[in-house]
């Protein structure tokens, strides 16, 4: 069973910076696909950044240009550099793992960690 280990984020001002961290139980190149997503009470997940097993990257519209998604594969760590953060930003933030085989596809996620920019 593959394990995600989130850790970074709690309460931050409008306008500072934020690390995110997400440790994964296998190698990186186990994956399809990595990433981070967000969820607000009462609203669905939505994408935040995703990172591929070959790199290609992939943001929101509402995160580009403030946030980076980088990985460090000996730590078989996902990473989620946030800047310029907004109180929109508040959320809980959780790291995905994802393969497919054939007939199968194998969706992993975090616990969950919150994020709050204060204004």
């Given at each position: 069973q593959v394990q995600l280990v989130e850790s970074g984020g709690g309460w931050v001002q409008d306008g500072g910076s934020a690390t995110l961290y997400c440790t994964?139980?296998?190698?990186?190149?186990?994956?399809n696909n990595m990433g981070w997503y967000r969820q607000i009470p009462g609203k669905q997940r939505e994408l935040v950044a995703t990172i591929t097993s070959g790199g290609k990257i992939n943001y929101a519209d509402s995160v580009k240009g403030r946030f980076t998604i980088s990985r460090d594969i000996?730590?078989?760590?996902?990473?989620?550099?946030?800047?310029?953060?907004?109180?929109?930003d508040t959320a809980v933030y959780?790291?995905?793992?994802f393969y497919e085989r054939p007939g199968t596809i194998y969706d992993y996620w975090g616990q969950g960690t919150q994020v709050t920019v204060s204004s």
């Amino acid at each position: 069973q593959v394990q995600l280990v989130e850790s970074g984020g709690g309460w931050v001002q409008d306008g500072g910076s934020a690390t995110l961290y997400c440790t994964a139980s296998e190698s990186l190149f186990s994956f399809n696909n990595m990433g981070w997503y967000r969820q607000i009470p009462g609203k669905q997940r939505e994408l935040v950044a995703t990172i591929t097993s070959g790199g290609k990257i992939n943001y929101a519209d509402s995160v580009k240009g403030r946030f980076t998604i980088s990985r460090d594969i000996v730590k078989r760590t996902v990473y989620l550099q946030m800047n310029s953060l907004k109180p929109e930003d508040t959320a809980v933030y959780y790291c995905n793992a994802f393969y497919e085989r054939p007939g199968t596809i194998y969706d992993y996620w975090g616990q969950g960690t919150q994020v709050t920019v204060s204004s």
